[in-house]
């Protein structure tokens, strides 16, 4: 625990403080959206559907919208499933590939945090059907992430539901979570996506991550 740690949780009124984590690149050493559609597909089947989204990756270089090349990956990879299987794949992915995910410095960080009574969080712009299997892993007292459409028959629409949620998004959410004037113990990102996160946070951990699994 370090003394601006300490500092933090001795000023804290009653409330548990709340420590925000970004999830990929963060607690994790690579995107676990992306690892998960190839882990799904497998190797040829990933390369075929990648092949398919080449248009849209194109545009991606001028519009830079990361919420639209998500849609459009969900589309072309997960369309038509089901939220039950997506869930049970998600669930096989976190058993088989977790141990090969997590920084250990991050998730040591994690736990201190959690020792010290804080409110642990994930905030994250992949998808919150496929980090909640890892976030009831780590215990996180909350999980914020990116929503998926569900049809009538509950069945993946291929599109995002609300905000792909990066930026200025991660803040609204966290202050839905937590009222307007949240002020965050601590944030640790990687990103540009995080910014927002940490302005808000007395601890700006940003990059502070570097362990390999």
Known sequence: MTADQQRILEAAT????????DFDGTLTVRDSFTAFLRWRAGARGYAIELAMLAPNLVSYLFHRDRGRIKAHAVRRFLFGLSR?????DARAFA????????????????????????KVVI??????ILVA?????????????????FDTEDRVAGALMGENNRGM????????????NIRLAAAYGDSSGDTEMLQIADIKGYRVFKGRP
Not at 99 to 104: D, I, Y
Not at 133 to 149: H, N
């Open 14 to 21: 009653g409330e548990a403080p709340v420590a925000a984590f």
């Open 84 to 88: 039950e299987q997506l869930a049970a």
């Open 95 to 118: 058993e088989v590939e977790g141990p090969r995910l997590f920084r250990p410095d991050a998730l040591a960080t994690w736990d201190d945090w959690k020792r010290k009574g804080a």
């Open 123 to 128: 905030v994250t712009a992949s998808p919150t």
């Open 133 to 149: 299997p890892f976030a009831d892993r780590l215990g996180a007292d909350l999980l914020l992430g990116t929503q998926l459409e």
């Open 169 to 180: 998004e991660k803040v609204r959410r966290l202050r839905q979570a937590f009222g307007p």
